[in-house]
């Protein structure tokens, strides 16, 4: 399809186990964006990419995330270790990244993760 | 830091009545403001946008309001049908780098038949 892929779409795993998310975002789209948002909250912005650069990294909430970007398209996410905190639905956007250009993001479905 | 609150959780109306809704933000330099809608199990689907040199955007039933004095905008949706259901969320950014984009905590309309 044209929109934003997300997968897997869901995925659960035990406490400490390593989980990778990936977003595949529209074509074209050089800008893209990893967002987090726990049950009952708001979309909490996690990493944002230019490109395959990473200028704004500030959202994430700590060393055990990381993510990274190829080929100015696939990216993903991932974490280490991982903790019962961190269940949540793990949201992907991607946006034409043009500056001075108003633009929406186009959202995947999302990832839900749930940790035991 | 909340650049831009929604601080209504939840909002019921019945159908074919008129649902507002409302968000706040605090960072003056924002100045491209867009609504998003999102069904369960669905990723958010931008739904309308207002720049600020306007003070409001009409598409079909839903009309957003800007009023940059107050640092407020709403979003109308007008008649409410029972698909308008969905949890709503306001976002801002400043359009030289529309890449920094924040959210609201959104709010969840429930339109009754």
């Known amino acids: 399809g044209a929109g934003v892929s997300q997968s897997p779409s869901n995925k659960v795993t035990e406490k400490g186990k390593d989980v990778e998310l990936r977003c595949d975002p529209i074509s074209g789209h050089t800008a893209l964006y990893w967002y987090r948002q726990r049950l009952g909250q708001g979309l909490e912005f996690l990493i944002y990419?230019?490109?395959?650069?990473?200028?704004?990294k500030s959202g994430l909430p700590s060393d055990r995330f990381s993510a990274e970007r190829t080929g100015e398209s696939v990216s993903t996410l991932t974490i280490q270790r991982t903790q019962q905190e961190d269940s949540a639905v793990y949201l992907c956007a991607s946006s034409s990244g043009a500056l001075y250009s108003n633009q929406p993001q186009h959202f995947g479905d999302g990832t839900r993760l749930s940790i035991l | 830091d909340q650049q831009v609150k929604q601080n209504s959780p939840s909002l019921s109306v019945q159908e074919g009545r008129i649902s507002i809704l409302n968000c706040d933000y605090t960072?003056?330099?924002?100045?491209?403001f867009l609504w998003y809608k999102k069904y369960p199990a669905e990723g958010p689907t931008f739904l309308i946008s207002i720049s600020s040199i306007k003070d409001k955007n009409e598409d079909g039933r839903f009309t957003v309001f800007l009023n940059k004095s107050a640092k407020h905008l709403s979003l109308h949706i007008v008649p409410s049908q029972p698909g308008d259901s969905a949890v709503y969320f306001c976002a801002a950014s400043a359009g030289y780098n529309n890449n920094d984009m924040r959210f609201g905590a959104g709010t969840r309309l429930t339109v009754k038949p």
């Open positions: 960072n003056s330099m924002f100045d491209y």
């Open positions: 990419f230019q490109g395959n650069s990473a200028p704004d």
